[in-house]
């Protein structure tokens, strides 16, 4: 019975996956603002919330029965790596990218009203990947698993950077885009992170770990975020100037 629903799961985790990632291209690269760039945004966002909540569902499954959900690791990882990669990290980062995808939506419906970026919804969303992430790092700890407490630390930047700006005393005129920018393009690195390390596994499960199949997603997406915050910054300074 967890096997079918893992593989339902599965199926609409993988479409609504591959939506995101074709779509995550059009606002990125695209022209700011205009309606090709809402548009495609809202697919985006749509997408990746549903990705996010397949991910957490696919995860309490593991977490539930960790082998008959992954009968292809059988003989190759134990109980307790499959529960800890696939379930507690798996859970972490579906959590993350529901928070980032719904954050950065906010972002760009209010810009600078910060009052509804506070409503209960995103602050539980902030303290749900907060105990995750924590959580995370915990179970890497328990099973030495370090990738699973490195991972974690994105969690909490996220969760401290999000609440920095949803609390600063004086934003600047352009800080929503910045945020907007900056989870929206975390939504994205977490869907091609999701494709290239923990689809990698299917096809050669010795790359679950390397940390290369998670390293290069996130490298590509922070220094597409720092790219995109100094055009902002100078656009600000020609404003002013």
């Given amino acids: 019975m967890e096997h079918g629903a893992f593989m339902v799961l599965v199926a609409a985790h993988i479409a609504s996956g591959v939506t995101g990632a074709v779509s995550f291209w059009i606002p990125l690269i695209g022209k700011k603002g205009g309606a090709l760039h809402r548009k495609a945004g809202r697919i985006f966002t749509t997408a990746m919330l549903l990705t996010g909540t397949f991910a957490s569902l696919m995860s309490v499954l593991t977490l539930i029965s960790p082998m008959t959900t992954h009968p292809h690791l059988v003989g190759q990882f134990d109980a307790?790596?499959?529960?800890?990669?696939?379930?507690?990290?798996?859970?972490h980062l579906g959590i993350l990218t529901v928070n980032l995808a719904w954050y950065g939506w906010l972002c760009a419906i209010h810009r600078n009203d910060r009052a509804p970026?506070?409503?209960?919804?995103n602050l539980t969303l902030q303290a749900a990947l907060m105990i995750a992430a924590l959580n995370c790092a915990w179970q890497g700890w328990r099973i030495e698993q370090p990738l699973m407490i490195g991972m974690s630390v994105v969690g909490i930047a996220t969760v401290v950077t999000n609440?920095?700006?949803?609390?600063?005393?004086?934003?600047?005129v352009l800080d929503?885009?910045?945020?907007?920018?900056?989870?929206?393009?975390?939504a994205g690195i977490s869907v091609y992170t999701a494709?290239?390390?923990?689809?990698?596994?299917?096809?050669?499960?010795?790359?679950?770990?390397?940390?290369?199949?998670w390293s290069l997603p996130v490298v590509a997406g922070v220094s597409t975020i720092l790219w995109h915050w100094?055009?902002?910054?100078?656009r600000m300074r020609k404003l002013r100037a």
């Fill in 230 to 234: 100094r055009s902002l910054d100078l």
């Fill in 195 to 213: 494709f290239m390390a923990f689809g990698s596994v299917r096809l050669l499960p010795q790359l679950a770990l390397n940390p290369i199949m």
């Fill in 176 to 186: 929503w885009q910045k945020e907007h920018l900056k989870a929206l393009v975390g």
């Fill in 117 to 121: 970026l506070r409503d209960w919804r």
């Fill in 80 to 91: 307790d790596f499959v529960r800890g990669i696939f379930g507690w990290l798996m859970l």
């Fill in 163 to 172: 609440m920095w700006f949803l609390y600063k005393t004086e934003p600047r």
